[in-house]
């Protein structure tokens, strides 16, 4: 993550809560439509979602939009 990180903060105790080298892995395997390839999101915003946490940026690529879905366990 940045200091372009926007985020809720019951999302972000969540968040801390993952282990550093699953959230580098997490923000490194995001899907761009775009790219139609695995690629890093930046400038990402986190929210809670009904699933879990959803993070929302831009592709590292190209900058399209993209987004990922971290599922409670």
């Known amino acids: 993550m940045d200091n ?4 809720e ?15 580098d892995h997490i923000l490194n395997n995001v899907f761009c439509g775009n790219c139609l390839d695995v690629v890093r999101i930046v400038d990402c915003s986190i929210y809670n979602d009904a699933n879990g946490l959803l993070l ?6 190209c ?9 409670r366990e």
């Open 63 to 71: 900058g399209n939009s993209v987004a990922q879905v971290i599922e």
């Open 4 to 7: 372009n990180l926007i985020c």
């Open 56 to 61: 929302r940026g831009k592709c590292n690529k």
């Open 9 to 23: 903060v019951d999302a972000l105790r969540f968040w801390n809560a993952i282990p550093k080298e699953k959230r």
